[in-house]
Protein backbone atom coordinates (compact mmCIF):
# COMPACT_ATOMS: atom_id res chain seq x y z
CA UNK A 1 0.00 0.00 0.00
CA UNK A 2 0.88 3.56 -1.05
CA UNK A 3 0.96 4.61 2.93
CA UNK A 4 2.86 1.67 3.95
CA UNK A 5 5.34 2.79 1.27
CA UNK A 6 5.30 6.73 2.62
CA UNK A 7 6.00 5.76 6.37
CA UNK A 8 8.14 3.16 7.72
CA UNK A 9 8.21 2.68 11.46
CA UNK A 10 10.40 0.86 13.44
CA UNK A 11 10.59 0.37 17.37
CA UNK A 12 12.79 3.62 17.37
CA UNK A 13 11.86 5.89 15.07
CA UNK A 14 9.16 7.28 12.56
CA UNK A 15 10.67 7.54 9.25
CA UNK A 16 9.11 9.81 6.24
CA UNK A 17 10.39 8.36 2.89
CA UNK A 18 11.86 10.15 0.75
CA UNK A 19 10.23 12.03 -2.08
CA UNK A 20 11.96 11.95 -6.03
CA UNK A 21 11.17 15.38 -6.22
CA UNK A 22 9.87 18.26 -4.64
CA UNK A 23 10.04 20.43 -1.58
CA UNK A 24 10.75 19.53 2.20
CA UNK A 25 10.30 21.86 4.95
CA UNK A 26 11.87 21.04 8.03
CA UNK A 27 12.18 22.18 11.56
CA UNK A 28 8.77 23.37 11.65
CA UNK A 29 7.27 24.19 15.41
CA UNK A 30 5.48 20.77 16.77
CA UNK A 31 1.50 21.49 15.51
CA UNK A 32 2.04 24.07 13.00
CA UNK A 33 2.59 21.53 9.76
CA UNK A 34 -1.36 21.88 8.82
CA UNK A 35 -1.05 26.09 9.15
CA UNK A 36 2.25 25.96 6.83
CA UNK A 37 0.19 23.61 4.25
CA UNK A 38 -2.73 26.60 4.84
CA UNK A 39 -0.19 29.14 3.64
CA UNK A 40 1.00 27.80 0.95
CA UNK A 41 -2.15 26.56 -0.37
CA UNK A 42 -2.51 23.16 -0.50
CA UNK A 43 -5.64 21.81 0.36
CA UNK A 44 -7.33 18.04 0.32
CA UNK A 45 -8.58 19.40 -3.38
CA UNK A 46 -4.52 20.17 -4.53
CA UNK A 47 -3.26 17.85 -7.02
CA UNK A 48 0.60 17.70 -4.64
CA UNK A 49 1.08 14.74 -2.80
CA UNK A 50 2.04 15.64 0.91
CA UNK A 51 3.27 13.84 3.74
CA UNK A 52 3.63 15.39 7.20
CA UNK A 53 5.17 13.90 10.48
CA UNK A 54 3.80 16.02 13.57
CA UNK A 55 5.66 16.01 16.88
CA UNK A 56 8.81 14.14 16.00
CA UNK A 57 11.62 14.28 18.29
CA UNK A 58 14.03 16.70 17.56
CA UNK A 59 17.84 17.49 18.89
CA UNK A 60 17.26 21.43 17.61
CA UNK A 61 13.82 22.08 18.78
CA UNK A 62 12.55 19.19 21.13
CA UNK A 63 9.56 18.33 18.98
CA UNK A 64 8.91 19.51 15.10
CA UNK A 65 6.76 18.63 12.31
CA UNK A 66 7.90 17.98 9.07
CA UNK A 67 6.18 18.50 5.70
CA UNK A 68 7.18 16.79 1.97
CA UNK A 69 5.74 17.80 -1.21
CA UNK A 70 5.86 15.67 -3.85
CA UNK A 71 6.50 17.36 -7.22
CA UNK A 72 5.95 20.39 -6.16
CA UNK A 73 8.88 22.99 -6.39
CA UNK A 74 7.77 26.30 -3.84
CA UNK A 75 9.15 29.32 -4.79
CA UNK A 76 11.08 31.39 -2.62
CA UNK A 77 8.72 34.07 -2.21
CA UNK A 78 5.97 31.71 -0.59
CA UNK A 79 7.76 29.65 1.05
CA UNK A 80 8.88 33.07 3.26
CA UNK A 81 5.80 33.41 4.32
CA UNK A 82 6.11 30.09 6.29
CA UNK A 83 8.34 32.04 8.53
CA UNK A 84 5.44 33.83 9.92
CA UNK A 85 4.64 31.09 12.20
CA UNK A 86 8.07 29.33 11.52
CA UNK A 87 11.24 31.44 11.57
CA UNK A 88 13.55 28.52 12.09
CA UNK A 89 12.21 26.30 9.24
CA UNK A 90 14.55 24.68 6.57
CA UNK A 91 14.18 24.14 3.06
CA UNK A 92 15.25 21.15 1.16
CA UNK A 93 14.69 21.29 -2.89
CA UNK A 94 14.92 17.94 -3.88
CA UNK A 95 15.20 16.75 -8.01
CA UNK A 96 15.69 12.73 -8.05
CA UNK A 97 16.16 11.85 -4.61
CA UNK A 98 19.04 14.19 -4.28
CA UNK A 99 19.09 17.59 -2.45
CA UNK A 100 19.21 20.40 -5.00
CA UNK A 101 19.31 23.33 -2.45
CA UNK A 102 18.94 23.66 1.20
CA UNK A 103 18.33 27.22 2.72
CA UNK A 104 16.46 28.40 5.79
CA UNK A 105 13.42 30.69 5.19
CA UNK A 106 13.43 34.76 5.59
CA UNK A 107 11.00 36.83 7.14
CA UNK A 108 9.19 38.68 3.81
CA UNK A 109 8.34 42.33 4.44
CA UNK A 110 4.63 42.41 3.71
CA UNK A 111 2.10 39.68 3.12
CA UNK A 112 -1.11 40.08 0.80
CA UNK A 113 -3.95 37.67 1.81
CA UNK A 114 -2.57 34.97 4.70
CA UNK A 115 -3.42 36.76 7.68
CA UNK A 116 -6.92 38.36 8.31
CA UNK A 117 -7.07 41.48 10.34
CA UNK A 118 -8.28 40.75 14.02
CA UNK A 119 -9.98 44.47 14.11
CA UNK A 120 -13.63 44.22 12.59
CA UNK A 121 -13.96 47.73 11.74
CA UNK A 122 -11.24 47.53 9.54
CA UNK A 123 -12.01 47.88 5.73
CA UNK A 124 -10.20 44.85 5.06
CA UNK A 125 -13.05 42.72 6.13
CA UNK A 126 -15.53 44.92 4.49
CA UNK A 127 -17.16 43.36 1.06
CA UNK A 128 -14.53 46.02 -0.86
CA UNK A 129 -12.56 44.59 -3.37
CA UNK A 130 -9.98 44.17 -1.31
CA UNK A 131 -6.67 41.32 -0.01
CA UNK A 132 -5.42 41.70 3.58
CA UNK A 133 -2.36 43.42 3.42
CA UNK A 134 0.52 43.07 6.41
CA UNK A 135 3.37 44.54 7.01
CA UNK A 136 5.85 42.13 8.67
CA UNK A 137 9.00 43.29 11.35
CA UNK A 138 10.46 41.70 14.48
CA UNK A 139 9.74 43.32 18.02
CA UNK A 140 12.21 41.84 20.53
CA UNK A 141 12.07 38.53 19.27
CA UNK A 142 8.68 38.34 18.21
CA UNK A 143 7.51 38.38 15.01
CA UNK A 144 5.09 41.34 14.55
CA UNK A 145 2.54 41.71 12.11
CA UNK A 146 1.16 45.44 11.22
CA UNK A 147 -2.12 45.84 9.11
CA UNK A 148 -1.37 48.21 6.22
CA UNK A 149 -5.11 49.82 6.37
CA UNK A 150 -5.88 50.22 10.16
CA UNK A 151 -2.74 49.78 11.66
CA UNK A 152 -3.44 47.20 13.96
CA UNK A 153 -0.65 44.79 15.22
CA UNK A 154 -0.06 41.49 16.00
CA UNK A 155 2.10 39.16 17.48
CA UNK A 156 0.32 35.43 17.66
CA UNK A 157 -0.19 35.12 13.80
CA UNK A 158 -1.06 31.65 14.00
CA UNK A 159 -4.52 32.48 15.18
CA UNK A 160 -5.15 34.66 12.14
CA UNK A 161 -4.12 32.55 9.08
CA UNK B 1 5.94 78.47 -5.13
CA UNK B 2 6.23 76.68 -8.53
CA UNK B 3 3.32 75.00 -10.18
CA UNK B 4 5.35 72.29 -11.54
CA UNK B 5 3.92 68.93 -10.68
CA UNK B 6 7.19 67.81 -10.29
CA UNK B 7 7.51 69.77 -7.14
CA UNK B 8 4.96 67.98 -5.50
CA UNK B 9 5.77 66.81 -1.89
CA UNK B 10 2.72 64.77 -0.91
CA UNK B 11 0.93 62.62 -3.04
CA UNK B 12 -2.33 62.20 -0.66
CA UNK B 13 -2.65 62.59 3.16
CA UNK B 14 -3.71 59.36 5.09
CA UNK B 15 -2.18 59.23 8.45
CA UNK B 16 0.11 61.41 10.53
CA UNK B 17 2.15 58.69 11.19
CA UNK B 18 3.59 59.23 7.08
CA UNK B 19 4.99 62.70 8.16
CA UNK B 20 8.58 63.26 9.15
CA UNK B 21 9.06 66.37 11.96
CA UNK B 22 10.40 68.41 8.68
CA UNK B 23 6.63 67.66 6.88
CA UNK B 24 4.94 68.38 9.53
CA UNK B 25 6.44 71.80 10.01
CA UNK B 26 7.19 72.85 6.63
CA UNK B 27 2.76 72.87 6.47
CA UNK B 28 2.70 74.46 9.37
CA UNK B 29 4.79 77.08 7.40
CA UNK B 30 2.73 77.28 4.43
CA UNK B 31 0.08 77.67 6.57
CA UNK B 32 1.36 80.61 8.19
CA UNK B 33 1.95 82.31 4.92
CA UNK B 34 -2.14 81.36 4.00
CA UNK B 35 -3.39 82.62 7.44
CA UNK B 36 -4.55 85.96 5.85
CA UNK B 37 -6.34 84.83 2.93
CA UNK B 38 -7.97 82.63 5.16
CA UNK B 39 -9.51 85.32 6.82
CA UNK B 40 -10.29 87.26 4.04
CA UNK B 41 -8.02 90.02 3.88
CA UNK B 42 -6.01 88.83 1.22
CA UNK B 43 -7.49 87.45 -2.01
CA UNK B 44 -6.31 84.29 -4.06
CA UNK B 45 -6.67 82.09 -7.14
CA UNK B 46 -3.64 79.69 -6.76
CA UNK B 47 -6.31 76.91 -7.19
CA UNK B 48 -8.68 78.45 -9.50
CA UNK B 49 -9.98 75.68 -11.65
CA UNK B 50 -9.75 73.09 -9.58
CA UNK B 51 -12.67 71.25 -8.00
CA UNK B 52 -12.92 69.19 -4.61
CA UNK B 53 -15.29 66.49 -3.83
CA UNK B 54 -16.34 65.89 -0.48
CA UNK B 55 -17.18 62.49 0.41
CA UNK B 56 -18.32 62.19 3.63
CA UNK B 57 -20.07 59.06 4.62
CA UNK B 58 -20.29 59.85 8.25
CA UNK B 59 -22.08 63.40 9.50
CA UNK B 60 -19.58 65.78 9.78
CA UNK B 61 -20.05 70.00 10.08
CA UNK B 62 -16.66 71.90 10.87
CA UNK B 63 -14.49 69.36 8.92
CA UNK B 64 -16.26 69.72 5.91
CA UNK B 65 -17.19 73.12 5.88
CA UNK B 66 -13.84 74.06 6.85
CA UNK B 67 -12.55 72.27 4.03
CA UNK B 68 -15.32 73.81 1.74
CA UNK B 69 -13.81 77.30 2.76
CA UNK B 70 -10.30 76.32 2.35
CA UNK B 71 -10.78 75.45 -1.33
CA UNK B 72 -12.94 78.56 -2.19
CA UNK B 73 -10.80 80.58 -0.31
CA UNK B 74 -8.07 79.74 -2.77
CA UNK B 75 -10.53 79.93 -5.94
CA UNK B 76 -11.46 76.70 -6.05
CA UNK B 77 -14.88 74.44 -6.84
CA UNK B 78 -16.48 72.45 -3.90
CA UNK B 79 -18.79 69.27 -5.23
CA UNK B 80 -20.33 67.38 -1.99
CA UNK B 81 -21.92 64.39 -2.01
CA UNK B 82 -25.81 64.76 -0.83
CA UNK B 83 -26.97 62.04 2.50
CA UNK B 84 -29.62 60.57 -0.61
CA UNK B 85 -26.21 60.32 -2.88
CA UNK B 86 -24.33 58.90 0.44
CA UNK B 87 -27.41 56.53 0.87
CA UNK B 88 -27.68 54.89 -2.68
CA UNK B 89 -23.83 54.36 -2.30
CA UNK B 90 -24.86 52.58 0.96
CA UNK B 91 -27.29 50.18 -0.79
CA UNK B 92 -24.84 48.23 -3.06
CA UNK B 93 -21.35 51.07 -4.69
CA UNK B 94 -18.09 49.81 -3.42
CA UNK B 95 -16.47 52.34 -2.09
CA UNK B 96 -13.62 51.46 -4.91
CA UNK B 97 -16.12 51.81 -7.46
CA UNK B 98 -17.21 55.38 -5.86
CA UNK B 99 -13.88 56.38 -5.91
CA UNK B 100 -13.18 55.08 -9.37
CA UNK B 101 -15.76 57.51 -10.74
CA UNK B 102 -15.58 60.22 -8.81
CA UNK B 103 -11.79 60.59 -9.14
CA UNK B 104 -12.57 61.34 -13.06
CA UNK B 105 -14.56 64.70 -12.09
CA UNK B 106 -12.01 66.55 -9.96
CA UNK B 107 -9.08 66.96 -8.81
CA UNK B 108 -8.68 65.98 -5.33
CA UNK B 109 -10.75 63.95 -2.44
CA UNK B 110 -11.67 64.65 0.63
CA UNK B 111 -12.92 61.49 2.54
CA UNK B 112 -14.95 60.56 5.72
CA UNK B 113 -15.67 57.23 6.21
CA UNK B 114 -16.36 54.85 9.27
CA UNK B 115 -14.06 51.45 8.33
CA UNK B 116 -10.74 52.23 9.60
CA UNK B 117 -8.01 52.00 6.54
CA UNK B 118 -10.42 53.49 4.37
CA UNK B 119 -8.73 56.07 3.11
CA UNK B 120 -5.65 54.11 2.36
CA UNK B 121 -7.69 51.85 0.20
CA UNK B 122 -9.30 54.77 -1.50
CA UNK B 123 -5.43 56.42 -2.27
CA UNK B 124 -5.00 52.69 -4.15
CA UNK B 125 -8.29 53.54 -6.08
CA UNK B 126 -8.19 56.67 -6.75
CA UNK B 127 -6.45 59.24 -9.62
CA UNK B 128 -6.58 62.08 -8.05
CA UNK B 129 -5.10 62.72 -4.16
CA UNK B 130 -7.03 61.43 -1.42
CA UNK B 131 -6.91 63.35 2.04
CA UNK B 132 -8.53 61.71 5.10
CA UNK B 133 -10.87 63.17 6.59
CA UNK B 134 -11.38 60.62 9.70
CA UNK B 135 -11.47 56.46 9.29
CA UNK B 136 -13.72 55.11 11.87
CA UNK B 137 -11.77 55.19 14.84
CA UNK B 138 -8.06 55.77 12.81
CA UNK B 139 -6.61 58.73 11.33
CA UNK B 140 -7.66 62.29 11.32
CA UNK B 141 -4.35 63.81 10.18
CA UNK B 142 -5.88 67.28 9.23
CA UNK B 143 -7.29 67.72 12.78
CA UNK B 144 -3.56 66.58 14.29
CA UNK B 145 -1.92 69.32 11.83
CA UNK B 146 -4.11 71.99 12.91
CA UNK B 147 -3.70 71.05 16.39
CA UNK B 148 0.04 71.22 16.31
CA UNK B 149 -0.65 74.79 14.34
CA UNK B 150 -2.55 76.17 17.47
CA UNK B 151 0.03 74.99 19.74
CA UNK B 152 2.60 76.39 17.66
CA UNK B 153 0.99 79.81 17.27
CA UNK B 154 -0.87 80.33 20.70
CA UNK B 155 1.67 78.66 22.76
CA UNK B 156 5.13 76.71 21.67
CA UNK B 157 5.54 73.52 20.05
CA UNK B 158 9.21 72.70 21.02
CA UNK B 159 9.73 72.12 25.09
CA UNK B 160 5.90 72.41 25.07
CA UNK B 161 4.25 70.79 28.75
CA UNK B 162 0.72 69.38 27.47
CA UNK B 163 -1.96 67.74 29.81
CA UNK B 164 -4.53 65.64 27.35
CA UNK B 165 -7.46 65.09 29.42
CA UNK B 166 -10.67 63.02 29.11
CA UNK B 167 -11.26 59.67 26.83
CA UNK B 168 -7.77 58.63 26.02
CA UNK B 169 -8.48 55.56 25.40
CA UNK B 170 -10.95 55.80 22.31
CA UNK B 171 -10.23 59.23 21.13
CA UNK B 172 -8.85 59.09 17.41
CA UNK B 173 -7.59 62.93 17.92
CA UNK B 174 -5.87 61.96 21.22
CA UNK B 175 -4.17 59.25 19.69
CA UNK B 176 -3.09 60.87 16.26
CA UNK B 177 -1.78 64.06 18.93
CA UNK B 178 0.11 62.24 21.03
CA UNK B 179 2.66 60.25 18.29
CA UNK B 180 2.91 64.08 16.19
CA UNK B 181 3.94 65.09 19.70
CA UNK B 182 6.37 62.62 20.52
CA UNK B 183 8.05 64.14 17.26
CA UNK B 184 8.84 67.00 19.22
CA UNK B 185 10.68 67.41 22.52
CA UNK B 186 7.23 67.95 24.84
CA UNK B 187 6.23 66.59 27.98
CA UNK B 188 2.91 64.98 28.08
CA UNK B 189 0.74 64.94 30.85
CA UNK B 190 -2.21 61.93 30.31
CA UNK B 191 -5.33 62.78 33.24
CA UNK B 192 -8.51 60.07 32.11
CA UNK B 193 -10.67 58.43 34.32
CA UNK B 194 -8.72 54.81 34.74
CA UNK B 195 -11.16 52.95 32.50
CA UNK B 196 -10.40 55.62 29.93
CA UNK B 197 -6.42 55.59 29.92
CA UNK B 198 -4.61 55.24 27.12
CA UNK B 199 -4.19 51.63 26.36
CA UNK B 200 -0.76 49.89 27.74
CA UNK B 201 -0.31 48.78 23.94
CA UNK B 202 -0.73 52.33 22.17
CA UNK B 203 1.66 53.62 24.97
CA UNK B 204 4.60 50.78 24.62
CA UNK B 205 4.82 51.89 20.60
CA UNK B 206 5.61 55.53 22.21
CA UNK B 207 8.66 57.06 22.80
CA UNK B 208 8.85 60.45 24.85
CA UNK B 209 8.37 61.53 28.12
CA UNK B 210 4.93 60.98 28.92
CA UNK B 211 3.16 60.24 32.10
CA UNK B 212 0.11 59.88 34.00
CA UNK B 213 -1.23 62.49 36.15
CA UNK B 214 -4.23 64.40 38.10
CA UNK B 215 -4.58 67.35 36.46
CA UNK B 216 -4.51 69.11 40.29
CA UNK B 217 -0.64 68.23 40.86
CA UNK B 218 0.11 69.63 37.00
CA UNK B 219 -1.95 72.75 36.44
CA UNK B 220 0.61 75.31 37.75
CA UNK B 221 3.11 73.35 34.92
CA UNK B 222 1.32 73.08 31.73
CA UNK B 223 1.26 75.35 28.54
CA UNK B 224 -1.11 73.41 26.89
CA UNK B 225 -4.53 71.73 28.43
CA UNK B 226 -6.46 69.49 25.73
CA UNK B 227 -9.70 68.50 26.82
CA UNK B 228 -11.48 66.41 24.89
CA UNK B 229 -15.35 65.12 25.44
CA UNK B 230 -16.12 61.71 27.56
CA UNK B 231 -18.37 60.09 25.78
CA UNK B 232 -22.05 58.62 27.21
CA UNK B 233 -21.64 55.62 24.88
CA UNK B 234 -18.54 54.33 26.44
CA UNK B 235 -20.00 53.61 29.74
CA UNK B 236 -21.92 50.34 30.95
CA UNK B 237 -24.40 52.66 33.09
CA UNK B 238 -25.39 56.41 33.47
CA UNK B 239 -24.80 56.03 36.85
CA UNK B 240 -21.58 55.45 36.38
CA UNK B 241 -20.83 58.25 33.25
CA UNK B 242 -22.16 61.07 35.62
CA UNK B 243 -19.63 60.08 38.18
CA UNK B 244 -16.84 60.28 35.90
CA UNK B 245 -17.57 63.01 33.66
CA UNK B 246 -18.29 65.25 36.88
CA UNK B 247 -14.66 65.56 37.83
CA UNK B 248 -13.46 65.97 33.94
CA UNK B 249 -15.25 69.10 33.57
CA UNK B 250 -13.29 72.40 33.39
CA UNK B 251 -14.11 75.81 34.87
CA UNK B 252 -12.92 79.27 35.88
CA UNK B 253 -12.17 78.01 39.96
CA UNK B 254 -10.05 74.55 38.00
CA UNK B 255 -8.03 77.29 36.45
CA UNK B 256 -7.09 79.38 39.41
CA UNK B 257 -3.69 78.27 39.69
CA UNK B 258 -2.91 77.71 35.82
CA UNK B 259 -0.16 79.74 34.33
CA UNK B 260 -0.63 83.13 32.89
CA UNK B 261 0.36 81.53 29.32
CA UNK B 262 -1.36 78.51 29.49
CA UNK B 263 -4.06 77.67 26.70
CA UNK B 264 -7.05 75.34 26.53
CA UNK B 265 -7.96 73.27 23.27
CA UNK B 266 -10.45 71.20 22.17
CA UNK B 267 -11.59 69.60 18.81
CA UNK B 268 -15.05 70.27 19.45
CA UNK B 269 -17.73 69.68 19.32
CA UNK B 270 -18.04 70.28 23.43
CA UNK B 271 -20.67 69.11 25.49
CA UNK B 272 -20.09 69.98 29.17
CA UNK B 273 -16.17 69.07 29.39
CA UNK B 274 -15.26 73.61 29.14
CA UNK B 275 -17.60 75.45 31.24
CA UNK B 276 -19.16 78.67 29.42
CA UNK B 277 -17.66 81.08 31.90
CA UNK B 278 -14.18 79.13 30.43
CA UNK B 279 -14.94 80.74 26.90
CA UNK B 280 -13.92 84.55 28.11
CA UNK B 281 -10.92 83.60 29.81
CA UNK B 282 -7.57 84.57 28.54
CA UNK B 283 -6.88 80.87 28.67
CA UNK B 284 -9.64 79.77 25.78
CA UNK B 285 -7.90 78.96 22.42
CA UNK B 286 -10.99 76.12 21.19
CA UNK B 287 -12.15 78.85 18.70
CA UNK B 288 -8.97 79.68 17.16
CA UNK B 289 -8.28 75.97 16.89
CA UNK B 290 -11.29 75.65 15.17
CA UNK B 291 -10.40 78.62 12.64
CA UNK B 292 -6.94 77.35 12.34
CA UNK B 293 -8.24 74.32 10.17
CA UNK B 294 -8.90 76.69 7.43
CA UNK B 295 -5.38 77.60 6.62
CA UNK B 296 -4.35 74.55 7.37
CA UNK B 297 -6.12 72.47 4.98
CA UNK B 298 -5.52 75.43 2.82
CA UNK B 299 -1.42 74.69 2.75
CA UNK B 300 -2.29 71.06 2.33
CA UNK B 301 -4.94 71.19 -0.87
CA UNK B 302 -2.26 73.77 -2.40
CA UNK B 303 0.77 71.51 -1.69
CA UNK B 304 -1.60 68.13 -2.79
CA UNK B 305 -2.42 70.33 -5.99
CA UNK B 306 0.08 72.65 -6.68
Not at chain 1, 118 to 143: L, T
Not at chain 2, 49 to 74: D, Q
Not at chain 2, 245 to 263: F, V
Request: net charge neutral.
Amino acid sequence: MKDKDCFKQDRKHLVISKIRSGTVIDHIPPGMALLVLKILGISPGSKEAVSMAMNVPSSKMGKKDIVKVEGKFISDEELNRISLIAPEATINLVEDFEITRKFAVELPEVVEKIISCPNQNCISNSKEPINSRFKIFVVGKKVTAKCDYCGKKITNLEEYI
Amino acid sequence: MSASKNDRKFKHLISIDELSKDDILYILDRAAEFEDVAKGKKVSKVLEGRILANLFFEPSTRTRMSFEAAMKRLGGCVINMTDTEISSVAKGESLADTIRVVSNYVDVIVLRHPLEGAAKFASENSKVPIINAGDGAGQHPTQTLLDLYTIQKESRLDGCRIALMGDLKYSRTVHSLIRALTLFRTKIYLVSPPMLRLPDDFIDDLSGDIQEAELEDIIEEIDVLYVTRIQKERFPDEEEYRKVSGSYIITSKTLERARESLIIMHPLPRVNEIGTDVDRLRFARYFEQAFYGVPIRMAILFELLK
